[in-house]
């Protein structure tokens, strides 16, 4: 009997031991990492026994140990999802802590100035199933993001700034709509504050719609602040803005890359042909450049500019000079 009692306690001994070995070793377990590192992928959600299979997988370090460890962290509802750079030499316990700070890896996101918001919808959509770069369920329709971000407006085309952010994968999208928000409405606010005292242009937001126009009108930026001059010199002699993005713009889908006589004689509230003045709401995304274009345009005589084919403009004061620009340069007399 004393025999038997003397081996249980033994065992339970053991037990102990190797549960207090457990405790102190399996967290100091060495990860093996190669020299340039390798990169983990955490997705939203992921429980512990899946980082640690990702982990195995990896040639990291075997599945029951990252569990064990993770256990007795209690990493479970902790980790974050992201990519993570793992660089050698590295414990569990030391990669299980990088999981649980969320200090993934920041991917850049880029958004180019003259994009419209279908565009950035799209590209969203692509970066969420293709890249995993954005939660599929974060990604709504874009007559959701204004309220997602708490806007002023109902309608966020053109009040997002177009720039590269740096998030990490699996963030969610309206994270990113936000900041891009913020930013446009601190350039507008500063390039609002350098208006010029005579611009005709009665607010922030027509600021904003005008520098939309600006931006789809040419991708040259030495030439935006006479584009610039040209269209607050319309406004200021009761001019239509007579151009040809804010038309298609208002086509919408139906247009097919073609622009014909028909759509500058075809009225929607977007076609500066047929209406007076701005049109509703921005067309595209405009950046910096443009925004300083709209408020504050070098003086000018021009009227007209046609493009000359190799990126730039040809600016005219009348409607002759424009109609022998448009003859030089589009027409090839």
């Known amino acids: 009997m004393k025999r038997l009692l003397r081996l249980f306690f033994a065992l339970v001994l053991l037990l102990i031991v190797a ?16 020299a340039d ?13 899946r980082v640690a299979a990702e982990l195995q997988k990896l040639g990291v370090a075997p599945s029951w140990v990252v569990s064990a460890a993770g256990r007795i962290r209690g990493s479970g ?11 050698a030499p ?9 999981i649980e700070s969320g200090a993934a890896i920041q991917v850049p996101v880029t ?86 005292p005579d611009t005709p242009l009665k607010s922030p937001y027509e600021a904003l719609i005008l520098a ?5 009108e040419t991708a040259r930026e030495a030439d935006r602040p006479l584009v610039g001059s040209v269209f607050i010199n319309r406004m200021n002699v009761g001019m239509r803005l007579q151009t040809d993005p804010t038309v298609i713009y208002g086509l919408g889908e139906a247009f097919d890359g073609n622009l014909r006589k028909i759509h500058l004689q075809t009225d929607t509230p977007y076609n500066s042909y047929t209406r007076d003045g701005l049109p509703p709401t921005p067309i595209a995304y405009p950046g910096r450049a443009s925004l300083r274009a709209a408020v504050n345009p070098p003086k000018s005589e021009f009227l007209y500019f046609v493009a000359r084919g190799d990126g730039s403009s040809e600016f005219s ?7 022998r620009a448009v003859a030089k340069y589009q027409l090839g007399r």
């Open 90 to 98: 590295q414990t569990v316990e030391e990669i299980l802590e990088i």
């Open 77 to 87: 509802n902790k980790l974050r999802a992201g990519q993570y750079l793992l660089n």
């Open 111 to 196: 958004v180019v100035e003259g994009s419209k918001q279908s565009e950035l919808f799209a590209l969203l959509k692509t970066l969420s199933t293709e890249a995993k770069q954005f939660a599929p369920e974060s990604v709504k329709p874009p007559n959701q993001w204004a309220q997602l971000v708490g806007a002023e407006t109902a309608n966020l085309e053109g009040y997002l700034f177009p720039d590269t952010y740096f998030v990490a994968p699996g963030s969610n999208a309206a994270t990113l709509l936000s900041t891009m928000h913020k930013r446009m409405r601190q350039e507008l606010a500063l390039a609002w504050e350098q208006r010029a």
């Open 212 to 216: 939309s126009i600006i931006e789809k």
């Open 19 to 34: 549960g207090v070995t457990m405790v102190y070793a399996l967290p100091r377990w060495n990860a093996v990492i190669p």
């Open 317 to 323: 004061r009348n409607l002759a000079e424009h109609n």
């Open 37 to 49: 590192g390798v990169t983990l992928t955490v997705v939203r959600g992921a429980s512990l026994s």
